[in-house]
């Protein structure tokens, strides 16, 4: 399985890069539990903490939406948590808090990811929340309406986000037909569009053992793992539809595209074809693109463009390693006046955009785990007045100041 | 108390009993201090074989002499320019050599730097922060394009996102006197004009061992950064410091409104904000009592304003609270709803009115002040999950003059909150006439 591979490959560059450090062997041991239902976890047991992290993805996600129904899988995964089983959206949300524990749904182009985090003594109960999101979501008319409203806004917000704006011409330019044109939370169009039982069906699709990878992490044993992989998936069906998702190669090399808006700073986003993780050069790969931006102050993008010229404050690369596509994408917010020459020649090897906007998170990796309350700060505007205090050197550390608040 | 309430809140408590031994578990911090002055914090964690090494200096934003706004923030960022013995700019290239990662930040109140790197190489790390701590070289051809570097940071944080530029206004309106009015990355026209020589004499007045705090998380005992920062941290001289002034607020007597309009607005937004003491500013009895109150008002899906808001009247998409009680004077109190399409802001705004006036008149109840404490005193265990997030920390507490005791007790006083002290706090920082109203709003392109 491709989803899985993906995730041995990733465990096993963190042990490659633990083992390069030259420090007491303490490597993290990752152990595969198998359950007596056949349903195989990856676990890093360690009782230091009282928590437990788990990461379930199920491989199909944006990619998958039909045509005119773009934003399917994001919208049915932002459903699953507000009502399964026999709780309606408020009383699963106050269940989730009352065990102090997030469950999150997500879904990117390749998959549909569930995260859950929890104190260890609630895990079954945590577990058993899962499930019912996995299982029995209910899609009740107001919590569809106020996710499929709240969506339509977010997408309307990034429709006047340069940073978005770069970043989805330049995708649709290189992609052309193929989904990942699309951006992976739809369209305005497609999510208007999509119905419940649009929605019902991917969940008896798509939510299946055979797509399955389950990672978990923390406080716990095998023995107690192995029975709950059963209780929390057993009752999936056996097998996913078929995705039927065809290969792709990030095209339309040498083009510049220029959006004109009237603002203060541009963004440039550029790049051109990658190499995927199965690729044998997969890992000199990430070594070159860390050299070229990935390495944050080290490296040559910043030292050129920071550090020497003082064109931004911020520029970056990374390796996008999708199921049908290796993508390597980089960006950067140069000075309104140096733009237009600056950016061709740095993109002069690939499709160059032009807009404006702030440094991109590194990585298109699954998101980070958050705490169980940012998902009703997720679609407040930025600049918001707690974060407000504290400049960083480097943009991404700006909400550290809530947490040094207590 | 109706029978069934009784019965569900008997059940709740059970439940926090439940949680409580796994979430009152410490972090185990040690304290030192060198004979020149520097305090050292050490937080042992086995789990990976890395630390986090951070410098805290107690000076930030605040501490700007007048016209120089922005100093702190930009002498952070020539902090990377170079010394006697590191050359411009190899500062995080000599850490990445050795596996590791670095960055610095700064707000009004403090300067921080810090690295994560494997726990044998504490030494490496620390030998360079410690030179920087007294060898900084600072010249105009470093200089100069670093000012570049920060202006492009004041217009991609600020000047490029609408309501980054209407918070920065809002605190001017909120902060009437204190500095903390003047926003951290400073005025565009104050910035154009700092120089080296005001980069250098920031960093010779404030820059010295008696004002920094050392923090150590991590795979390291308390033995090994003893030996280590008295090597390193040791032999520099402490110094003289200037007397931090910090004005206090005037009595507020009067409200204020702000709006924006932009083209570049997609979804409009309604903050308010309450001027409110932190753990050190003000009447601070009310510090862990307003966290509390933060919580049941807006700290989720199930808090008193998404559920009013959101849920059941839908005319809100997001809403919350927000109260930040680490910062050394006066901090703010808030509330916030971005309305759904179609909904007036004025309609929103009553509805957020409404619930606040029915807070002040009836109160929290017992359980849903019961249900936050619980929740915010499960996230102390999820806090040792890092090595960032304690240094972090203790860090903060001590650099606003609170204890490491502060930080382990973080949680049992969380948990010791009343009710009458949450209403107390919630009709103590309360209050329309003097509050702060921002209207953030989309407005259609010409």
């Not at chain 1, 923390?218 to 192995?226: F, S, V």
């Not at chain 1, 700073?265 to 550029?270: C, G, H, K």
């Amino acid at each position: 399985m491709r989803a899985q591979a993906a995730v041995a490959r990733g465990l096993l560059l963190a042990l490659v890069l633990l083992a390069l450090f030259p420090v007491p062997a303490q490597a993290v041991e990752i152990k595969r539990v198998v359950s007596p239902g056949g349903i195989e976890a990856w676990l890093v047991t360690d009782h230091s903490v009282p928590v437990v992290a788990l990461e379930a993805a199920f491989a199909g996600g944006a990619a998958t939406d039909p045509e005119g129904k773009s934003g399917l899988a994001n919208l049915t995964a932002s459903l699953l948590d507000e009502g399964a089983g026999p709780y309606d959206s408020q009383a699963y949300q106050t269940r989730i808090e009352d065990l102090a524990s997030s469950i999150r749904f997500s879904a990117s182009q390749d998959n549909l990811t569930a995260t859950v985090k929890t104190l260890s003594e609630n895990v079954e109960a945590a577990f058993e929340l899962l499930r019912l999101g996995l299982t029995e979501p209910r899609f009740d008319p107001d919590p569809v309406a106020r996710v499929r409203s709240s969506i339509l806004v977010s997408l309307a917000r990034k429709a006047e986000s340069p940073n978005s704006i770069a970043s989805r011409v330049w995708w649709k330019h290189a992609f052309g037909t193929h989904p990942y044109a699309r951006p992976s939370d739809g369209t305005p169009e497609g999510v208007a569009a999509v119905t419940v039982d649009d929605m019902r069906r991917f969940v008896k699709e798509r939510i299946a053992r055979d797509v399955l990878t389950v990672a978990v992490v923390g406080d716990i044993t095998p023995e107690r793992l192995a029975p709950l992989l059963d209780a929390t998936f057993g009752t999936l069906p056996a097998k996913a539809a078929p995705a039927n998702i065809p290969e792709a190669t990030a095209a339309g090399g040498g083009a510049t595209l220029l959006v004109e808006k009237p603002i203060p700073q541009s963004v440039v986003a550029f790049g051109h074809a990658g190499i995927k993780r199965e690729d044998p050069d997969w890992y000199a790969a990430l070594i070159t693109n860390y050299i070229l931006g990935g390495g944050g102050f080290t490296s040559r993008l910043t030292t050129e463009v920071r550090e020497k010229r003082g064109l931004a404050y911020g520029v970056y690369s990374y390796l996008a390693p999708l199921e049908h596509a290796g993508v390597l994408s980089a960006g950067s917010p140069p000075r309104t006046a140096a733009s237009p020459n600056r950016s061709t020649s740095s993109a002069r090897n690939g499709a160059g955009c032009a807009t404006r906007g702030r440094p991109k998170p590194s990585s298109r990796a699954p998101r980070p785990i958050l705490p169980a309350r940012s998902r009703c700060n997720s679609i407040r505007p930025t600049g918001s007045p707690r974060f407000s205090s504290t400049c960083s050197r480097r943009g991404s550390a700006s909400t550290t100041s809530t947490a040094a608040t207590r | 108390m109706p029978r069934l309430a009784r019965t569900v809140f008997a059940a709740l408590l059970l439940a926090l009993l439940l949680v409580f031994p796994a979430a009152a578990q410490r972090f185990g911090a040690q304290q030192f201090k060198l004979a020149n002055g520097l305090e050292v914090v050490v937080i042992p964690n086995e789990r990976v074989p890395a630390v986090a090494h951070m410098v805290w200096y107690k000076v930030g934003a605040a501490d700007e002499p007048p016209g120089k706004s922005g100093i702190a923030h930009f002498l952070e960022h020539l902090m990377f320019k170079g010394t006697d013995s590191v050359a411009p700019g190899m500062f995080s290239k000599l850490v990445a050599q050795q596996g590791g990662r670095d960055n610095a930040f700064t707000t009004q109140d403090v300067t921080v730097y810090h690295q994560t790197i494997a726990s044998d190489r504490l030494e490496f790390v620390m030998k360079l922060e410690a030179d920087r701590m007294a060898n900084l070289r600072l010249t105009d051809a470093v200089v100069k394009p670093e000012l570049m570097v920060v202006l492009e940071e004041r217009r991609s944080r600020i000047d490029n996102e609408p309501a980054a530029l209407l918070n920065e206004q809002a605190r001017t309106a909120i902060f009437l006197h204190h500095p903390y009015r003047i926003p951290t990355i400073g005025w565009e026209q104050e910035l154009r004009g700092l120089t080296t020589e005001d980069a250098v004499a920031w960093y010779e007045r404030w820059y010295a061992p008696n004002n920094a705090i050392l923090v150590v998380s991590g795979d390291v005992t308390v033995d090994e950064v003893r030996a280590l920062a008295e090597k390193h941290y040791g032999p520099i001289p402490p110094k003289e410091l200037p007397k931090r002034v910090r004005v206090q607020e005037p009595k507020r007597v009067a409200a204020t409104r702000l709006s924006l309009a932009s083209p570049r607005v997609a979804q409009p937004n309604w903050t308010r904000s309450y001027l409110a003491p932190s753990y050190t500013g003000g009447e601070t009895r009310h510090a862990y009592a307003l966290q509390v109150l933060a919580d049941v008002l807006g700290g989720g899906a199930t808090s008193r304003l998404y559920r009013s808001l959101v849920v059941e009247q839908q005319i809100a998409l997001g809403t919350g609270a927000y109260y930040t009680p680490g910062s050394l004077d006066l901090t703010t109190f808030g509330v916030w709803a971005s309305p759904k399409p179609g909904v007036a802001i004025e309609d929103l705004e009553k509805a957020v009115e409404a619930e606040l006036r029915k807070l002040l008149s009836e109160g929290v109840g017992e359980e849903e002040a019961a249900r936050s404490k619980t929740r915010m005193r499960a996230e102390a265990a999820y806090a040792r999950d890092s090595l960032m997030g304690p240094a972090h920390q203790f860090g903060a507490a001590l650099a606003q003059g609170r204890t490491i005791e502060d930080v382990e007790q973080w949680p049992d006083r969380i948990g010791a909150v009343t009710v009458e002290e949450i209403n107390a706090a919630a009709r103590f920082v309360i209050d329309d006439k003097t509050a702060v109203t921002a209207i953030l709003l989309p407005e259609p392109s010409s």
